[in-house]
């Protein structure tokens, strides 16, 4: 029982209790400023009378009721553009702003040896577990911002020569 106690005291669990009750109050909210305001709206908007998320349409005897889709569908692009402009940008731009510059801790390089993405200042890759050089100056050339798998494309392709086959340059008369 104590090592349960300890883990329910943690700050993480009770964060994470706090943020779904927040969450489970701020979907009730959405969901009933969705049907006390938006969905009488397109009711009327579409032509409807009364109360929009009673719609139904019948297929044989089966009755679909579409209203109480288009209510949910509402409420989940409403709860998710409030939270994305309220809680997401906020807090990337906070964090640009808290962090502008380049972090060595997070900084990636290539293995030489396998061509993974290693942190810079590895001394050993995880992948092959080959000895590299640690990577201390931030502005080095070896850093890259790309991210594991992904290709880099060059602004300019090299030149590509072909010269003449070994036989081709024998059969040419002296």
């Given amino acids: 029982m104590n090592g349960f106690v300890k883990f329910v005291v943690r700050g ?66 409403l709860t998710a553009a409030t939270l994305y402009f309220l809680i997401v940008l906020p807090v990337n731009k906070l964090t640009e702003e808290l962090n502008p510059h380049h972090d060595l801790s997070h900084a990636k390089r290539s293995c030489p040896e396998c061509l993974q993405q290693i942190p810079a200042r590895a001394r050993r890759c995880s992948y092959c577990t080959s000895t590299v050089a640690p990577i201390l100056d931030e502005d080095s050339p070896d850093l890259t911002d790309e991210l594991p798998g992904e290709i ?3 602004s300019a392709l090299p030149e590509m020569r072909f010269g003449e086959p070994a036989a081709a340059a024998e059969a040419k008369p002296v």
């Fill in 12 to 77: 993480n669990v009770i964060g994470l209790a706090v943020g779904v009750v927040i969450g489970a109050a701020f979907a009730a909210m959405v969901t009933s400023f969705t049907t006390a305001f938006l969905t009488p709206l397109i009711g009327w908007a579409t032509g409807g009378i009364g109360d929009y998320s009673k719609k139904v349409f019948t297929l044989g005897k089966t009755p679909f009721p579409y209203g109480t889709f288009v209510n949910a569908g509402i409420s989940f692009l």
């Fill in 152 to 154: 880099a494309l060059r």
